[in-house]
T-cell receptor
Framework: GDSVTQMEGPVTLSEEAFLTINCTYT??????LFWYVQYPGEGLQLLLKATKADDKGSNKGFEATYRKETTSFHLEKGSVQVSDSAVYFCALPSYGNNRLAFGKGNQVVVIP | NAGVTQTPKFQVLKTGQSMTLQCAQD?????MYWYRQDPGMGLRLIYYSASEGTTDKGEVPNGYNVSRLNKREFSLRLESAAPSQTSVYFC????????????FGSGTRLTVV
């Protein structure tokens, strides 16, 4: 089935730093792509999505561009805050759109 | 706007006990899902229900059963709990197909001792 791969390991950075989390995908066709965020002790929330190639999803200062040439959907934020500390998951529909396949997630810790 | 409601939020079971995790959504979504989340493993699909009256296995169905009681409710049952089932369980729903994304519940933290 279609899948996504996220970069390994947690990310620790200082407040106001630039954040990038890498996500690459393997898919037949051009599925929608998603980023979800999980704050401590909570469920996952949809952060942003893109439905076709070259689309840019954006929300809360985060952006991700659907790039078919590099099969990527990297998440970026120009100036992170302590409140952005969370786990971030990349996802795409799989198995004929019957389910979402998630990456393993990246823990982001922002230090004041 | 309740969205997806899961109960209970926390549960401790002894090995061999049974329990049912409840999930209900009020968004008139057709599809519902059960995932488990374990450190270093990400989210793994246990079972899903594409529409009322249907259920299908996901990646890790062993030791679980599900019931799609009606369009709103999708329960997950552990018949004989094992320590390997210690995890955080999330229910999710979607309008129809996964291209629309999911709405998640807040999770059930289950510990089996």
């Amino acid at each position: 089935g279609d899948s996504v791969t996220q970069m390994e390991g947690p990310v620790t950075l200082s407040e106001e730093a630039f954040l990038t989390i890498n996500c690459t995908y393997t898919a037949t066709g051009y599925p929608s792509l998603f980023w979800y965020v999980q704050y401590p002790g909570e469920g996952l929330q949809l952060l942003l999505k893109a439905t076709k190639a070259d689309d840019k999803g954006s929300n809360k200062g985060f952006e991700a561009t659907y790039r078919k040439e590099t099969t990527s959907f990297h998440l970026e934020k120009g100036s992170v805050q302590v409140s952005d500390s969370a786990v971030y998951f990349c996802a795409l529909p799989s198995y004929g759109n019957n389910r979402l396949a998630f990456g393993k997630g990246n823990q982001v810790v922002v230090i004041p | 706007n309740a969205g997806v409601t899961q109960t209970p939020k926390f549960q401790v079971l002894k090995t061999g006990q049974s329990m049912t995790l409840q999930c209900a959504q009020d968004m008139n979504h057709n599809s519902m899902y059960w995932y488990r989340q374990d450190p270093g493993m990400g989210l793994r699909l246990i079972y899903y229900s594409a529409s009322e009256g249907t259920t299908d296995k996901g990646e890790v169905p062993n030791g679980y059963n599900v019931s799609r009681l009606n369009k709103r409710e999708f329960s997950l049952r552990l018949e004989s709990a094992a320590p390997s089932q210690t995890s955080v369980y999330f229910c999710a729903s979607s309008v129809r197909q996964s291209n629309y994304g999911y709405t998640f519940g807040s999770g059930t933290r289950l510990t089996v001792v």
